[in-house]
């Protein structure tokens, strides 16, 4: 399993912008978070086109597929669909992790016996503005 955002483990942070000029104020390499949306489709496929690394939160299955198919490093979800996002993922050999969103140490043990890839913590996530 992989966190983001514990308390006892360094790992990346991932920076949540609102437009293309914000990754400008993302540090080299970094990982870009954003809402899976219509709207935000721009901002996706720029990232894909220039080999950004993208974490994107979905609120559906239908979102999940469409996360893998736009190149999505990580595919956020919220604990509740964390069986079936990580079912879907490893039925489809997804390259993008999947990570539940949680606020609580105690959540950490039921979704490693699910099988989830990861977790992740909101103060992993770091709003950028442009």
Same mark, same amino acid.
């Given at each position: ?40 489709? &721009?901002? #996706?496929?720029?990232? +894909? %086109?220039?080999? !950004? ?7 559906? /299955?239908?979102? @999940? ?40 140490? &105690?959540? #950490?043990?039921?979704? +490693? %016996?699910?099988? !989830? ?7 992993? /996530?770091?709003? @950028?503005?442009?």
């Amino acid at each position: 399993m992989i966190f983001f955002g514990h308390r006892f483990l360094k790992n990346e942070n991932f920076y949540h912008i609102f437009d293309i000029d914000s990754i400008l104020h993302t540090p080299p390499s970094s990982t870009i978070y954003m809402e899976f949306e219509e709207k935000n489709l &721009d901002i #996706i496929n720029h990232a +894909a %086109l220039n080999s !950004v690394k993208t974490a994107l939160h979905v609120k559906n /299955i239908t979102e @999940i597929l469409y996360a893998s198919s736009l190149g999505a490093s990580y595919i956020i979800i919220e604990k509740e669909l964390a069986k079936t996002a990580q079912n879907i993922a490893e039925n489809y050999l997804f390259d993008a992790k999947i990570l539940a969103l949680i606020e609580d140490e &105690d959540e #950490i043990e039921e979704l +490693a %016996l699910l099988g !989830v890839d990861g977790v992740i913590f909101s103060n992993a /996530i770091i709003k @950028i503005v442009s």
